[in-house]
């Protein structure tokens, strides 16, 4: 069977035979017939934007690659900045090359002391660090004013550098900041996760040693959360690097959208439904009234997913080691009883709902004494090394703006009337 869709204009009689590529058909094509008519595609969720050579993902089947590498030996042998090299770069370092990532990314954590000083310190006392980390993103293109030069391959490079540097410092100040801690400095002389973690708990210590256990388990959840190919803020990147604005302004919008409740908020969910829930016993009545359409199992069921989340596979191993040192999370119990009941549940088989990455991610966080506030940054400090990728990828592409037709549906023409007269 040929692999084309023939289009036929009945108005004309005109027909065109488009060929199926990977599984799509190009606008470009059809518009040839066609022009001028287009597709409602609201959520874009038949409509591929762009074309990507960063991660691949097959819902169907679970898998999850970066760069051709599947998620779970990244997962098992790499680290977060080999694969972040690996998304901005497209391969994984030589010694050589990662020795110096490592170095670059190391010697640009500090942030300028005017965005501690003057604007992170200018917050309300209990603003969300989410917020705060969203518009301190969005502040550094303003210290950084030759990231405008966005086609200066030397540029371009160091503001990549920087942001995935500076992340974890902007994280770890509006924490602190929110909890009335004082900031604490980068300390250089720590891998990226552990001096993370120091800049979110050192007290009076003059060096902070993190649990090694924890901070592997930190890094293993850093790799995957890293890319996940065209979700909501990767979309925003490339829709706002579209018209060319400057990374740092990129980055924030995409944070942004990551702070929704959809995006970067459902791990949060999860840690307040179980909470809810209380105890085992209360499992089975929360599973009924779920069915009868009350709600939903929170981190259970994907847009794309329709098998096991490859990421919640790994996730749940790594809870695992992390409940060794932490102590089990209470809640842990009722999550495992509530993926039991569910696996084996006709209503959820039939869906193919599945336990998605925010199942076990939230109790993880929790046990390691992360507030639920910081759940989002904890995702956003990885996902930039996605999100700056595409916004790589996406000039490289020379794409055009982004700029989708709509369906009008308002009022017809009308005159305007005096507002005495209305
Ligand atoms: C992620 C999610 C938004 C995907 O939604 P979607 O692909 O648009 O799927 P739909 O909303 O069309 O749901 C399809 C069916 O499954 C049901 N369903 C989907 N997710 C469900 C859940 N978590 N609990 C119970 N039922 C669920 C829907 O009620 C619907 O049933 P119906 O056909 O009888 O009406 C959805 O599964 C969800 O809300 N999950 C919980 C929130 C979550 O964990 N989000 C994090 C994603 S990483």
Redesign the pocket.
């Known amino acids: 069977m040929a692999e084309s869709i023939t289009i036929t204009d009945n108005r004309t009689g005109d027909s065109i035979e488009i060929p199926i590529v990977n599984g799509g058909v190009s606008a470009a094509e059809w518009t040839k017939l066609l022009p001028g008519l287009w597709f409602f595609d609201a959520g874009l969720v038949s409509t591929a934007m762009c074309e990507s050579a960063i991660t691949y993902l097959d819902g169907e089947a679970g898998i999850l690659r970066y760069r051709g590498y599947p998620i779970e030996q990244l997962a098992e042998k790499s680290s977060y900045l080999e694969v972040a090299y690996l998304l901005i770069h497209g391969e994984l370092p030589t010694t050589e090359q990662y020795e110096s990532w490592k170095h670059e990314i190391t010697y640009h954590t500090f942030i300028h002391e005017n965005v501690r000083k003057r604007f992170l310190e200018g917050f309300h006392y209990d603003a969300h660090p989410m917020g705060m980390l969203v518009s301190a993103v969005a502040a550094l293109s303003t210290f950084y004013l030759d990231a405008k030069d966005i086609f200066n391959p030397e540029s371009r490079y160091k503001q990549i550098i920087r942001l995935i540097a500076k992340m974890p410092t902007l994280a770890g100040a509006a924490h602190r900041f929110s909890v009335g801690m004082p900031f604490v400095y980068p300390d250089n002389s720590l891998d990226f996760t552990a001096n993370f973690l120091s800049m979110m708990w050192k007290v009076a210590e003059p060096r902070f040693e993190a649990n090694p256990v924890l901070a592997k388990a930190l890094d293993v959840l850093f790799i995957l959360h890293a890319d996940h190919e065209q979700n909501c803020s990767t979309t925003a990147m490339r829709v706002v690097g579209s018209s060319h604005a400057d990374p740092y302004s990129a980055c924030a919008a995409a944070s942004a959208a990551l702070y929704g409740p ?2 970067g908020g ?1 791990n949060e ?2 840690i307040r439904m179980l909470t809810e829930i209380g105890s085992i016993e209360n499992v089975p009545a929360f599973i009924e009234s ?2 009868a ?1 009350h ?9 794309v997913y329709k098998s096991y ?1 490859p990421r919640a596979k790994i996730i749940k191993r790594t809870a695992d080691e992390v409940f060794e040192v932490t102590g089990k999370n209470p809640l842990l119990d009722i999550a495992l009883k509530l993926e039991d009941i569910a696996l084996s549940d006709e ?2 088989v039939s ?1 193919r ?1 599945y336990p ?4 076990y991610s939230g109790l993880i966080y929790q046990a390691m004494g992360f507030p639920m506030e910081m759940f989002p940054v904890l995702f956003a400090i990885p996902r930039t090394s996605g999100w700056l990728a595409h916004w790589q990828e996406l000039l490289d592409q020379d794409s055009k703006i982004v700029r989708p037709r709509q369906l009008y549906v308002g009022a017809e023409p009308r005159d305007y009337v005096a507002m005495a007269a209305r």
Do not use: E, M, S, T
């Open positions: 959809r995006h459902a969910a999860v779920v069915k359409g709600g939903r199992l929170q981190g259970f069921g994907h847009r989340d209503y959820f869906r709902l998605n990455v925010d199942f």
